[in-house]
């Protein structure tokens, strides 16, 4: 949530002839009428935002919010993790609305090369609800080429039509002079001051690729088409030139601040006002309230040049404090995504095979639609899945990516994710072995494969110690050979009572338990089954060692909560 305005200064140049894609340009009017009519536009439009401010309805947190979460300078911003109850306009409202647009209709006909007249269209378009007529008013702007074509990627943005604004927002930054194109490719303001400080050692061209990696990584759900990250960016600044110059529903003027409290957080969608301080010669306080909930979608990296090892971690979407946020339009809610990874050798790739868990309550009840996607040589990839229940089976390279498995509900429009680098499988020269699988023996008999084993695979690496825990592996390799096993479980932390009756001599020491064994080694699947003692609470790390005759060991690792 916000108080203050928002607008920018807007230069708008000559007018440059459309494509022929784009409408036959309409026959202006003469220039006294036409000046006559952008006048009159104007003045309805600041009439607008006075009747708005006066029919605004009231906060309904009383305008107290403590403390700022952001102060960007006149601004205070705070973001509430409870979602708002948005409060409904009142028709008053709508109707000055309605008769602002027909003002704006008959400026644009009268002059369609009025980028003002044409930006205000698009604004209220959108704020009205009706972003396919936006795109049609932004068709219809004979302005600079790059302007209109910015708005037309702002109504496909806001209409969900991710693909169509990405391709024409691509055009405007084409059109656009390199000045303004270096500053939307410019993200300092949007992220960390380490990250920054490499932005800004970069040049224009530098740059955007940066800015692209940046936006790619960040993007809410690879699955989706079209990155809605960058043209959410792109949807603001063109905002931010929409604004400018014109009355605002705070009643006050714009300044940097302005914009950068645009760009780092999105313009208000709705208005409420707080009379408590108004006084003889001050109106009413107006506070913006954004879409929510809103997240924080860039990683923290060490560095946006060449690979970084990101982890689950590294995403930190619920960031109170964070430098940007953003909610996307297609997806009414996001969290962590429960499943266990496991990686098996399949020649010279490796099979990817995920259980996953939706804890989300209003995710359960739907309609999911779940997959896989990969970051890999720089561009994002959707591989063929095998889907059974919750489970999902992909080939994939055998080679360092990052992973994002997605999950989202058909009707509830809520999401869940894990994102994060897997890497190759740790193989020697002649022997590879898979990551452990752990999973919850069935009481079928026979031998257990994998996919019997996904079947029942735990989808948090979490245990009760009153349960069995199977645990699953592939070796691949010559035909077979000689070799000898050892499965260690390693505590690692324990909880405080243990440590406690540790250091009292009421309780032994936790030391490692290890099985040994020789086998003769073929590519195969292997599998243990573990019990744990009551007493077992804590941290411990299971290793996996096979040591092939004649070849270098191998091991496989992971590590695992009992309760």
Known sequence: MLVGPIAVLLQIGAVIPPDSARAERATPA??????????????????????????????????????????????????????????PEPRRIDDARA?????????????????????????????????????????????????????????????ERYPLSDSVFAMALREMPSPRMCEWLDLRQLVDSRIARELGRADCEQRAMLADRL???GQPLWSVSGNDLRTEHFARQTMA???????????????????????????????????TVAGLYQGPRVTGHDREPSYHFFPAME????????????????????????????????????????????????????????????????????????????????????????????????????????????????????????????????????????????????????????RTAATELRFSNREQLGVFWETQGPDSALASMSLTVTPIRVSLARRVATRLKLAPDLAPVRLRWQTLLSAHAQHVTLHFPASARGTYRVTLMIGPRGAPPMVATREIEVQ
């Open 99 to 159: 008769e602002l647009l027909r003002f704006l209709d008959s400026a644009a006909t009268s002059n369609p090369s009025d980028g003002w007249v044409a930006g205000q269209r698009v604004r209220y378009l959108i704020e009205g609800g009706r972003p396919m007529d936006a795109v049609a008013a932004a068709r219809e702007c004979r302005a600079e080429r790059w302007f209109c074509a910015a708005l037309e990627g702002l109504s496909f943005h806001v209409a």
């Open 215 to 217: 936006w790619t990584l």
């Open 303 to 454: 560095s946006l040049r060449g690979s970084s090892w990101l982890t689950t971690g590294s995403w930190t979407l619920r960031e109170p404090t964070a430098r940007s946020r953003y909610a996307p339009r297609h997806v009414k809610g996001m969290s962590a995504l429960p499943h266990q990874l496991a990686r098996f050798p399949r020649g010279d790739s490796m099979l990817v095979a995920v259980a996953y868990r939706i804890a989300d309550t209003a995710m359960a009840r739907d309609s999911i639609a779940a997959g896989l996607a990969l970051y890999y040589q720089e561009k994002v990839q959707i591989p063929r899945v095998a889907r059974n229940d919750n489970v999902m089976v992909a080939s994939l390279p055998r080679d360092t990516a990052i992973v994002s498995i997605e999950a989202r509900g058909a009707q509830s429009k809520r999401a869940a994710r894990a994102r994060y680098s897997i890497g190759p499988l740790p193989c020697g020269t002649t022997w590879c072995v898979s990551d452990l699988l752990f999973y919850r023996p069935d009481s079928a008999v026979g031998p257990v494969s994998m996919e019997r084993a996904l």
């Open 30 to 87: 003469p220039p006294a009428k036409a000046a006559r009519a952008a006048r009159a536009a104007r003045a309805a439009q600041a009439r607008f935002e006075t009747i708005r401010r006066a029919h605004l309805p009231r906060n309904p947190n009383g305008g107290s919010y403590g403390p700022c979460d952001a102060q960007v300078g006149r601004y205070c911003y705070w973001y509430d993790s409870t979602q708002t109850v948005v409060v």
């Open 241 to 275: 030139l929409v604004l400018a110059n014109s009355a605002n529903a705070h009643g006050m003027s714009w300044s940097s601040d302005s914009r950068e409290l645009l760009l780092r957080y999105g313009w208000a969608e709705w208005f409420t006002r707080d009379e």
